[in-house]
């Protein structure tokens, strides 16, 4: 899990959903990838 979303841009995110099509892709899955990025602090 990443604690810094700061450190990041979009286009890191964007790959990160991109493996996860390609995974699912290989698994017979629908080929639909996805990433949350929640930045707001939880309390």
Do not use: S
């Amino acid at each position: 899990m990443i604690k810094n979303f700061h450190e990041y841009d979009h286009h890191f995110f964007m790959r990160e959903a991109v493996k996860e099509a390609e995974e699912a892709g290989k698994r017979d899955d629908r080929p639909i990838g996805a990433v949350i990025v929640h930045m707001a602090p939880l309390y």
